[in-house]
């Protein structure tokens, strides 16, 4: 996929130049999928971390970078409106820690599958980079087939992101891998 650029305006409808204009990384970023998925933080950090501009620079990223859509885990509505404020298209799919995971995620993966095949570029986001975002991604890859079997998932899912996965993470692997044999 090409980069877009899409110009970058202050609170005056100013354009910005330089640095600023291009936003920046947001934290915990990592590629699942290489140029077509990727994970992170919620932008602009989480709890007593979170900031404002932070966020904004790093939505300004995603956008500078071409991604199609942000999809947002999160149990509650925090940072949407800035992705309208920004232009910057979105999905909530609150995934709830007390949700049935063997129901919940394969509605999430189905849908991304359904984004990824229609060519687009894809950011998921949950609080924070934790054991929640970790079991995500390892079902994702156990679901759709990308790895054949649980163990073998948690080994490329540590290694990939450089984390150990938990008991949250672990079972939400198994159950993505439940139902997509199911």
Known sequence: MTERSIPVTDAEGKPMRGKWAQGIVPRHFAWILKERLAICERPGGYGDNHRRVRRQEEIIWLRQNGFDNVIS???????????????????????EKRANMSLRLPQIYDELGVLLDD?????????????????????????????????ETITVVEQMLERQLGP???????????????
Request: no cysteine; charged share 15%.
């Open 119 to 151: 060519g687009q570029k894809l950011i998921v986001h949950g609080d924070s980079f934790d054991d929640t975002m970790l079991g995500f991604v390892g079902g994702y890859v156990v679901y759709s087939g990308l790895v054949p079997n649980v163990p």
């Open 73 to 95: 885990l999160i149990p509650s509505n925090h940072n949407l409106h800035n992705y309208d404020e920004l232009d910057m298209p979105y999905l909530h799919r609150p995934l």
């Open 168 to 182: 949250e993470a672990r079972s939400m692997v198994a159950a993505a891998a439940g139902a997509s044999s199911g």
